[in-house]
């Protein structure tokens, strides 16, 4: 694992951290970062696709939105992937 380069959404999420080792938590973690990954991909995909065609301004004027969206949803996806964690740790006490 020495070369293992952590995904956008495990270091969000902070997937290595898990010092309770607890199952649901990995599950919860995983499922958190694939999610933010698979959104990532789409930003990523449409950059692509514009690379050549569009300046910069044009590039934010017409994709900004999508932009902020991904954003949003990636933020919300860490925020419920926190909570769903704490839940865990609560119903363990």
Do not use: C, W
Request: charged letters at 25%; a negative charge; zero cysteines.
């Amino acid at each position: 694992m020495e070369n293992y380069v952590p995904t956008l959404g495990a270091r969000r999420v902070g997937l290595e951290f898990n010092p309770s080792g607890n199952k649901k938590i990995v599950d919860i973690k995983v499922a958190a970062a694939d999610f933010i990954d698979l959104l990532e991909s789409y930003k990523n995909d449409v950059a692509s696709e514009s690379y050549d065609t569009l300046t910069p301004e044009q590039f934010q004027s017409l994709k900004g939105e999508f932009l902020r969206a991904v954003s949003l949803s990636q933020t919300h996806i860490e925020t419920a992937s926190m909570y769903a964690v704490k839940s865990v740790i609560l119903m363990n006490e």
